[in-house]
């Protein structure tokens, strides 16, 4: 078997050494179709589809195809985290779902011998009916229209369901058949002789895995059943609304893909005049940290040395917490505030206590030689 250097792989699917993702993938799932043995019968379309599968694996994935490509150029090879020229030049049309399922780190040169991947691609023409996932939107509130409550319209960019497929992705009745590339499988066998290891099987790039493809795609949303739109909508948020808390409105998020169901529309609130954040958030945990050493020190007689000590994260946590518009905020902020507080106290409380004790230790130490004088 031919090695790893003399395999052109840009030759064995047919596309130039500077193709995008999208035409090689085009070009796989074309030659994929044509070679797969269950439709070509010569003797040697088995061999000719492994290796088509076997090209595909290492030139759809950025990281190994760079490595690929240092090595037929005889360069170093390209750090795992560096872009290849050529790479994916913005996802997949019908959507970008994760990695590549290919050599997930399979071993050198395409990276450690970390075993395959599990995140998936979904192919433009896939058949993978899924949920649409929820849209969520910051939606700012003044203290009086989270009082009184509010309707607030919104602009929000989702996927609603192909007005041309209705959002089956198929133009035709029959919307699925098996997948031609993995015969419905879900998997390809990809040869891996090259390493000494024989076949291991990857998710079939086409269906994404769930054996089943549009038969007849809609040229409106390539196949998904969603198109990607700018939507408008009115969120009214009930009287004694406070920040942080969420409206929900069925069926207004994103659309799922080849029919399945829409997600919702989740509107939180942003209450100026109620959150905490920023520097006031730092005074009050400041202030929660000297507390303790001011008040343990009192009661053990070195209140002067720590009140020197405390003295300037004192003065900065007030002026963070003074600074932050205190006059026009809620008895929400300060609560919150005061949760902040408890929470640097209690993380200092314990610093507190061993630093009170070394330091009323080591006082009676430095005057027990006095006190017979």
Known sequence: MAGMNDKDYYAILGVDKDASAKDIQK?????????????NKEPDAEERFKEVSEAYAVLSDEQKRARYDAMRSGSPFVSAGSPSAGG??????????GGYTGFGGFGFPFGGMGG????RRRGASAYNPSTGADVIVEVKLSRDQAKDGAKVAVKYPRYEPCDNCHGSGSVASEHHRACPTCGGTGAIAVDLGMFGMGQARM?????????KVVADPCPVCG???????????????????????????????????????????VGRAHVAAERLEGRAQSG?????????????????????????????????????IVSDDVLHRSGLWWKRGLQVLANGAANGLVFAMIAVWFSSCTQAVFLAPYRFM
């Open 284 to 320: 009050f945990y400041m202030l929660g940290l000297v507390l303790p050493f001011l008040v343990l020190s009192a009661f053990s007689g070195t209140f002067s040395m720590f009140l020197m000590l405390c003295l300037l994260p004192l003065v900065m946590g007030i002026f963070m």
């Open 27 to 39: 070009a796989f799932q074309q030659k994929a179709r044509k070679l797969h043995p269950d439709v």
């Open 88 to 97: 994916y030049p913005g996802g997949y049309p019908g959507g970008y779902q």
């Open 116 to 119: 395959f991947g599990t995140q």
């Open 203 to 211: 998710v079939c790039p086409e269906c994404g895995g769930s054996g």
């Open 223 to 265: 196949g998904e059943g969603r198109t990607r739109v700018q939507a408008e909508a009115v969120v009214e948020f009930p009287a004694g609304t406070h920040d942080g808390d969420v409206v929900r409105i069925k069926a207004r998020g994103n659309a799922g893909t080849n029919g399945g169901e829409t997600g919702d529309l």
